[in-house]
């Protein structure tokens, strides 16, 4: 399941022993296929799916929707005296894997989310999510497409990262709403460990990085990271947090074991960073011992030895791809809003206009703001109270803002990049503006 269409070796280990393998997948190939009895993947070759972006969880939904099917075909409910299971039933953990999966929200991507949301909203939802969206202080009357990635996705994944994945599976299929909440505390407790574990790790390599003082001709277009005390189950969200800092392709290494290392790599627009590591492998067939993934992020691992050279090697292969202008960071906005767009109609509308998600983005909109109030909350988010020309009132939030940079009190004024959304407080909702990008345009004297 999931990366199965990599996995040359274990296919041909478990024939050896007379195991038939079924795979599901939604990675993209290499030049030759496992030899498994059966590939369900609408990325191998030849295949006629239409809808290549799947994340694992869809693939395995269309394989029980055609196995009902078949099972209906042969009248096979009806002999066994077995209700016919209705498939729809799946959808909110079918959304939630989506998102969570991060693959783009294509049509029919976007279909299962919205299903998924809606059967949510209604109540029709399984104790576990209901436990963790409890515990993420999330209402799920409410709830939308990225509740699901930045609320429920990194507690479920705190499991697997640092304890036993088989916690979240738990979760997910616990029967009891108290037995879920037990589980979801614990896997709360998982995630605010590796938060702190990812800031270590995100302040040591930020701490090396500062060294080379972010000069360009010195930091290499494809960056790799590695710390021989980092965790090999938040490399991955390490890689992402420097991508966006510094916007290049990023590899963050831990140790695998003594001899090995484990990679997670995350790509930006415009690099296929699966393809990069074919290359190299191309290129250097001792250099990697295994990798496999998609055009955004990637796993591999190889020799600790082999690490230096690795690094080299992936630098030149980024470079024949991009030129330093690639590097700079483009934000695309659809424009300003004029101050009678700035309304709660609106932001419902787009509320309401989702699913939105990867590769189908929430509309980001931009301008310049007074600000009138400016203060931390929760420890590391900047509050806003911000005034348009005509002085109406608007509150803001940045989240996971630089507490040394912010708040500014000699800032005055700023020019921001925004989603409209909601605040809810108190019974009482208004608009928000959520910063995802803040600048000063000026300073007090």
């Not at 930091?219 to 420097?242: K, M």
């Not at 990069?276 to 796993?299: C, N, R, S, W, Y």
């Not at 690094?311 to 906005?333: N, P, V, Y």
Request: glycine share 6%; proline share 4%.
């Amino acid at each position: 399941v999931d990366n199965g269409i990599a996995s040359h070796a274990g296919v041909a280990a478990a024939n050896s022993l007379g195991i038939a393998v079924i795979i599901t997948d939604h990675h993209l190939a290499s030049h030759t296929l496992p030899e498994a009895m059966a590939i369900v993947n609408p990325n191998q070759p030849g295949d006629l799916f239409p809808s290549k972006c799947l994340a694992g969880v869809g693939v395995i939904f269309y394989v029980m929707l055609a196995l009902r099917a078949y099972l209906r075909k042969m009248d096979w409910f009806n002999k066994e005296q077995l209700t016919e299971p209705n498939m729809a039933d799946l959808l909110d953990l079918v959304a939630l894997g989506t998102v969570a999966d991060v693959v783009p929200l294509d049509k029919n991507n976007r279909i299962l989310v919205h299903q998924g949301l809606m059967r949510i909203r209604a109540g029709q939802v399984r104790p576990g999510i209901v436990a963790l969206l409890e515990i993420a202080k999330r209402n799920p009357q409410k709830l939308v497409a990225s509740d699901l990635g930045f609320a429920l996705g990194p507690r479920l994944n705190a499991a697997g990262r640092l304890d036993d994945m088989s916690l979240g599976i738990e979760c997910l299929l616990a029967r009891d709403l108290n037995q879920a909440r037990t589980i979801a505390q614990t896997l709360d407790e998982l995630n605010s460990e590796r938060r702190l574990i990812e800031a270590d790790m995100q302040q040591q390599a930020f701490t090396e990085l500062n060294k080379l003082k972010f000069n360009s001709q010195q930091l290499p277009f494809g960056l790799c990271l590695y710390d021989e005390n980092w965790h090999q189950g938040v490399i991955g969200i390490l890689a992402s947090r420097v991508k966006d800092q510094l916007h290049r392709p990023v590899i963050a290494f831990a140790p695998a074991n003594e001899q090995e290392l484990k990679g997670s790599a995350r790509s930006i627009n415009g690099i296929h960073i699966r393809d990069v590591l074919d290359a190299i492998a191309t290129q250097h067939p001792e250099l990697i011992h295994k990798f496999g993934g998609h055009a955004m992020a990637a796993g591999l691992s190889l020799a600790k030895n082999k690490f230096l050279e690795f690094s080299k090697a992936f630098d030149t292969e980024i470079r024949k791809q991009l030129g330093e202008t690639d590097l700079c960071g483009e934000i695309h906005t659809d424009g300003e809003l004029t101050q009678t767009d700035l309304t709660l109609e609106l932001a419902e509308l787009i509320r309401e206009a989702g699913p939105w998600g990867q590769a189908f983005p929430e509309p980001l909109f931009e301008g310049e703001f007074e600000i009138i109030e400016q203060r931390i909350v929760g420890s590391k988010h900047l509050k806003l109270v911000l005034a348009t020309p005509n002085m109406q009132l608007i509150d803001a939030i940045a989240f996971n803002i630089d507490g040394q940079a912010w708040p500014n009190h000699r800032v005055r004024k700023v020019a921001m990049v925004y989603r409209l959304d909601i605040n809810e407080f108190n019974g009482r909702r208004t608009i928000q503006l959520v910063i995802e990008h803040l600048q000063p345009v000026n300073y007090s004297s």
